[in-house]
């Protein structure tokens, strides 16, 4: 099984940015799509941003739109995740994941992602 590896998090102060990274054990190019969620205490895990490897594609959250930007290396079997402009209410842990089948929809429905990163805490404080 792939295993998916996030690592990048820390604490910043609020305007700060953080860069996180994603690498999977196998290909990147074997998924249909990889993308970020995040899940702040007592609240449901949401996507973020969301990729495809093989033809980039790219989705964001209105959450984010304009202060994240999403990103891929394929040679790396990366992805990464420029977050910029953070927010307190950004504070959650971020989790990367993948979806190896070809989905209907872009970005695919939760149940669709296949592996999952242990996640990287971002704390952002006011």
């Known amino acids: 099984q792939v295993q998916l590896v996030e690592s990048g998090g820390g604490l910043v102060q609020a305007g700060g940015s953080l860069k996180l990274s994603c690498v999977a054990s196998?290909?990147?190019?074997?998924?249909?799509?990889i993308g970020w969620f995040r899940q702040a205490p007592g609240k449901e895990r949401e996507g973020v941003a969301c990729?495809?490897?093989?033809?980039?594609?790219?989705h964001y959250a209105n959450s984010v739109k304009g202060r994240f930007t999403i990103s891929r290396d394929n040679a790396k079997n990366a992805v990464y995740l420029q977050m910029n402009s953070l927010k307190p209410e950004d504070t959650a842990v971020y989790y990367c994941?993948?979806?190896?089948?070809?989905?209907?929809?872009?970005?695919?429905?939760?149940?669709?992602?296949?592996?999952w990163g242990q996640g990287t805490q971002v704390t952002v404080s006011s």
């Open positions: 990729i495809s490897p093989n033809d980039s594609k790219i």
């Open positions: 994941t993948g979806a190896r089948d070809r989905s209907n929809f872009f970005p695919p429905l939760f149940h669709e992602y296949n592996d």
């Open positions: 196998g290909s990147t190019k074997d998924y249909y799509a």
